[in-house]
Structure formats: structure tokens, C-alpha cells
């Protein structure tokens, strides 16, 4: 009797140029992405003198829309059904969207009133949150259907990681470059010409991305989609995923506090550049993520993410008790450490995609990205307001308040600084890595769903 399938399938084997074209999207979210988290703490509250607490409803406010956009956007496109595919339109349709909104968030009316500034703000990061949110959503989601094998998710997520690094890093050095300077009355033209141009790069980027990758197509024609209520049941009673998440949540609070706190840090506590301290970050990150293939192959996926959260966390907690001098020191160590979130997060979500696979029947990457991004991306909130609340407790003084000239900060306020620069982040990240020790995805365990996926998927490609 003939097998309309092989006797033992094979995960699909990708080439390098595939791999180079998929990171390119990353660099484009990346240069985006990377001049927001590291740029909107300081443009509205140092630069344009938004309080606090105005800067804390704008939070709130964007944590619930957060709350709601992700798993709506996973769901619509685990649900999508056209010859284009269930993903790739919405990328590539969405990506002007994203630059426009972009680009507007730094528009802001210089001389408008408190109310004003807070209600352009809050309707111009929506928006483009919104935008964010379906390419980053889809792109994600995008790496487990490629691919079985974790060796070349991995890669992928390696180009992925190494493109989006160096769009972080010019999200960085660009702000740096352009952003108005000590002074009496500083100019913020240049940055918005340099906002304009970094925003319509991106999305040519991730239109490139579009053209080169395919969706497999069994899993939208032969697929049927969940409804709404056995999504959601099956997405909240894997172990797996919410083990995964409550990891995530500690590496995204860390993300979003560093990126934030650069500026700060460079400023204010170190008195240099801040293209220093971004280079003693991003240049170990650069080595460390082809690194962690070795390490991977010693310590499994899992392994090598909790050896590597610990690295990162203690050399960020660090940072609030060493010597100025040392600060750089402590940031590469860290940057090395990072090297593990930024290329394994995704490989591991995949691998609960895989085992929600064989317990649902159906490819739901979205669901689990979206639902993600709803449990985890209030850190970014909690992180913008609790910047904004600790500097204003610990008698930080803004420029706009000195007119332009960066004051000498009280002790207070330094070591505020220090704490949302190092130890909070790095105590978030080692709880990270302890919460994973409960992670059952690894082992013969691991094996054995990976090989149960790809006699599925031989299956379902048969019924094509």
C-alpha cells in the first residue's frame, strides 16, 4: 500500500539568500522601533516639558489599546483566508502606514499647551502602535510556518537579529546626531527631516521582504480556522506559552527601560556621548548573536536563553553600585547577555506553536504572538511611566525647565537614573531566567512533538 507521504519527512532547508532578504524587514522595524523606545522618554517630557502625569495617562491609555490590538490582529490573521496568503498582504499594505505614523509622532507643535502636546501625543503613538503591531505581528508569526527545524528558524532569526541590531543601532546613533543640543533655543528641524527619512527607508525595507517570501499554502487552504472561543482556550491552557510569556514580559520591561535610559545615562551620569555607550552595548550584542548557534547546540534552545538572561541581568544590576567608569563595562557584558532574547525568544515561541499544533490541528502563530504582545507589552507602559514617575520623585530636572541647558543633577536623581538604567532591568531579566526552569519543552519531550509536526505537515501537504 503506497504512503502518500515519506516514511520520515524532513523540516524545509532554506538558502542564504532567502535568510538575508527575510532580516531586511527586521532592519526596517528595527530603525523605527529602536529611534522610539530610545527617543520618546526625552523628546516629551525633557525636550517638550510634558509632566508626569500627563505622560502617565498617555500611558495607561496605550496599554489598553495594546491589550486589545495584538491578540485581534493574531486572530484576524490566523483567520485569514486569500490566494495571497493569511499574512503577507497585511505586511506589505501596512508598511506606508507605518512610516507615515511614524514620522508624525515627532511633528508635535513645539509651543502647544500641555493638553495639546498630551493629545498628540497619545493619538500619534496609537497609531502607529497600531501599525507596528500588524507588521511586527505577521512577521513573527511568519518564522515558525517557514521552517520545522529549529537550526533554521535559529538562522533566520540570527539575520533577523543581526539586520534588526543594526536598525536598533542607527535608531540610536540618528536621534543622537540630529537631537537638539544644550542650548537656548534648539532647532528640532533636523531631527524631523531625519525622523522622515528613517520612516519611509523602513517600510521600503519591509516591502522588500514581501516580495521574496511565500506563505506555505497548506496551511491556509487546508487549515480550517478555530472559533474565537477554542482559540482562546487552547492558547490559555498551554504551560508552554504562558511559562514563555511571563519571561518575555521580564525581557521586554528590561528592553524598554535601557532603551530609555541611554540618554539619560550619557547625559546625565557619564557627561559623554552616547555613541560610547551604545557601542560598548551593540558591538558585543553583534557578537554575541551568531554565538549563541554554538551555544545551542551544547545547551538546547532553553539552556542557552536562561545561561544567557543571567549574564545580562547581573551585569545590568551591577550598574547601580560600580564606578562611573566601570558603567561600560557592566553595558557590554550585558549587551553579550542579550544575544539570547534577541535570536531565541521567537525560536521558542515557535516550538509552543509546534506542540499547539498537534493539540489543535491548525497552525495558530498569530494567536500565540498576539496574545503575547497583550500580556506582554504593558512592560512597555510600566516602563514609560515608571521612568517618567522615578526621575520626577527623585528631583530630576529637566532642560525645558532651565531653558535648553542641562542642569547638575541632585544624588537623588542619579541614582534613579542608574536604578532604571541597571538594577531594575537586570533583576527582571534573572527572574526571567528562573521562570523558565518550569519551561517542559525540552529533551525527549521536545523530540518527539518535533517529530509528530513534520508527519503532520507531510500530511496536510498531501491534502493539497
Not at 1 to 22: A, D, H
Not at 403 to 429: E, N, T, V
Request: one cysteine or more; charged letters at 10%.
Amino acid at each position: 500500500m503506497s504512503q502518500p507521504f515519506p516514511e520520515t519527512p524532513q523540516p524545509v532547508r532554506l538558502s542564504l539568500g532567502y535568510k538575508v532578504i527575510w532580516g531586511l524587514a527586521a532592519l526596517g522595524t528595527s530603525l523605527v522601533s529602536g529611534t522610539y523606545g530610545a527617543l520618546l522618554p526625552i523628546f516629551y517630557q525633557d525636550y517638550l516639558g510634558l509632566s508626569a502625569r500627563w505622560i502617565g495617562i498617555v500611558s495607561v491609555v496605550y496599554a489598553v489599546w495594546n491589550a486589545l490590538n495584538d491578540p485581534l490582529f493574531g486572530y484576524i490573521t490566523d483567520s485569514t483566508r486569500s490566494r495571497r496568503g493569511r499574512r503577507i498582504p497585511y505586511m506589505r499594505y501596512t508598511a506606508p502606514f507605518l512610516a507615515l505614523t511614524f514620522i508624525l509622532v515627532w511633528m508635535a507643535p513645539r509651543q502647544a499647551s500641555p493638553v495639546a502636546l498630551f493629545g498628540w501625543m497619545l493619538v500619534t503613538m496609537l497609531l502607529y502602535d497600531t501599525c507596528y503591531t500588524i507588521i511586527g505581528l505577521v512577521y513573527s508569526a511568519l518564522l515558525p510556518e517557514v521552517s520545522e527545524s529549529d537550526v533554521e528558524r535559529h538562522h533566520l532569526q540570527i539575520s533577523a537579529s543581526l539586520f534588526g541590531l543594526l536598525g536598533f543601532l542607527i535608531g540610536f546613533i540618528v536621534p543622537e546626531m540630529f537631537r537638539p543640543k544644550a542650548g537656548s533655543s534648539p532647532s528640532f528641524l533636523p531631527l524631523q527631516v531625519a525622523m522622515v527619512v528613517l520612516g519611509v527607508a523602513s517600510a521600503l525595507l519591509i516591502l522588500a521582504t514581501t516580495l521574496k517570501v511565500r506563505e506555505r499554502p497548506e496551511f491556509y487552504r487546508v487549515d480550517q480556522p478555530l472559533p474565537l472561543g477554542a482559540a482562546v482556550r487552547y492558547t490559555f491552557t498551554s504551560k508552554s506559552f504562558l511559562i514563555l510569556v511571563s519571561q518575555n514580559f521580564m525581557s521586554i520591561l528590561m528592553q524598554s527601560l535601557v532603551t530609555g535610559m541611554l540618554f539619560y545615562l550619557a547625559d546625565y551620569v557619564l557627561n559623554m556621548s552616547a555613541l560610547p555607550l551604545l557601542a560598548a552595548v551593540f558591538l558585543p550584542l553583534f557578537i554575541g548573536v551568531p554565538v549563541t548557534a554554538f551555544i545551542r547546540r551544547r545547551l538546547g534552545v532553553v539552556g542557552t536563553q536562561q545561561l544567557l538572561l543571567l549574564v545580562a541581568g547581573t551585569a545590568l544590576a551591577l550598574i547601580t553600585v560600580v564606578p562611573n567608569a566601570l558603567i561600560p563595562l557592566c553595558l557590554a557584558v550585558a549587551g553579550f547577555g542579550l544575544a539570547g532574547p534577541q535570536t531565541l525568544t521567537n525560536v521558542l515561541f515557535a516550538q509552543v506553536a509546534d506542540e499547539d499544533e498537534l493539540r489543535s490541528g491548525v497552525r495558530r502563530e498569530g494567536a500565540f504572538f498576539g496574545v503575547n504582545a497583550l500580556l506582554t507589552k504593558p512592560a512597555q507602559s510600566i516602563a514609560l511611566a515608571l521612568i517618567a514617575f522615578v526621575l520626577d520623585a527623585t528631583g530630576f530636572i529637566p532642560r525645558e525647565a532651565t531653558g535648553g541647558m542641562m542642569a547638575p543633577q541632585p544624588p537623588s536623581a542619579i541614582f534613579g537614573i542608574k536604578a532604571l538604567a541597571g538594577l531594575i532591568p537586570g533583576l527582571a531579566l534573572i527572574l526571567g531566567a528562573f521562570l523558565l526552569q518550569w519551561f517542559p519543552l525540552r529533551g525527549g519531550y521536545l523530540a518527539e512533538v518535533q517529530e509528530r509536526v513534520l508527519r503532520l505537515h507531510a500530511e496536510k501537504h498531501a491534502r493539497l
